[in-house]
């Protein structure tokens, strides 16, 4: 019963270059969220997704983000030519299918990305 | 703006002792506050939780204190235990929302 995967744990790109993260969530999940970290911080939510569509978005950046979760395959976070502020660790959590939206997210063990 | 405020941002504890972070909200529409426990390069793991309509909460060691009137709410940590160094992160959220609204984090050291 394997919990929340994320890959890579860790990333390193290039200003300008492409991140593309991965979550697959736990079995029987079908809410995705992403969660950002930057050091010394909280979590900040990003991105809420269902299979096939993008719920909540509000805490995306505007540009160079975008997020997905097909149908089949795990959900993806990516982040277009990056840039140094873009270093962080980067959550992605789970969550049953018929819950209340507060209910408990399960979280992966984070990518952690490196921009230089 | 930060929704959810927590203090202390570092904590030191002698084996034994009890643990005690605090966290403070605004938006009266949260319902639901949860604590998590991050252990270095891992992610948060849930701790325990709290709903508004009781004022504690105990589970083992960890107790949650709720004060709907002040806003408040707090983790205590009874015979803190080395095992029990880690970063611990306050959360809120509303059932007409998606996020989780963490607090900033504080870092626990249980000495032995």
């Known amino acids: 019963n394997a919990g929340v995967m994320q890959n890579p744990r860790h990333l390193v790109r290039r200003r300008g270059q492409e991140a593309r993260l991965r979550c697959s969530p736990m079995?029987?999940?079908?809410?995705v969220y992403w969660y950002r970290q930057l050091p010394e911080e909280g979590l900040k939510f990003m991105v809420y997704?269902?299979?096939?569509?993008?719920?909540?978005e509000s805490g995306m950046p505007k540009e160079r983000f975008s997020a997905e979760f097909p149908k089949e395959g795990p959900s993806i976070l990516r982040i277009q030519q990056v840039v140094r502020g873009d270093s962080a660790a980067y959550f992605c959590?789970?969550?049953?299918?018929?819950?209340?939206?507060?209910?408990?997210?399960?979280f992966g063990q984070g990518t952690r990305l490196t921009v230089v | 703006q930060q929704q959810v405020k927590q203090s202390p941002q570092s904590l030191i504890v002698q084996k034994g002792g009890i643990s005690i972070i605090n966290c403070a909200y605004e938006?009266?529409?949260?319902?639901?506050f949860p604590w998590y426990q991050q252990f270095p390069g891992k992610g948060p793991a849930l701790l325990i939780a709290?709903?508004?309509?009781?004022s504690e909460k105990k589970e083992g060691r960890f107790t949650i204190s709720f004060n709907k009137s002040a806003k408040q709410f707090s983790l205590h940590i009874m015979d803190s235990q080395p095992g029990d160094s880690a970063t611990y992160f306050c959360?809120?959220?509303?059932?007409?929302?998606?996020?989780?609204?963490f607090g900033k984090g504080t870092s626990l050291l249980v000495t032995p």
């Open positions: 997704l269902q299979k096939e569509n993008i719920i909540d």
């Open positions: 938006n009266t529409a949260f319902d639901y």
């Open positions: 959360a809120a959220s509303s059932n007409s929302g998606y996020a989780l609204n």
């Open positions: 959590a789970s969550s049953p299918l018929n819950v209340q939206s507060n209910t408990e997210a399960f």
């Open positions: 709290i709903r508004p309509d009781v």
């Open positions: 079995k029987g999940h079908s809410h």
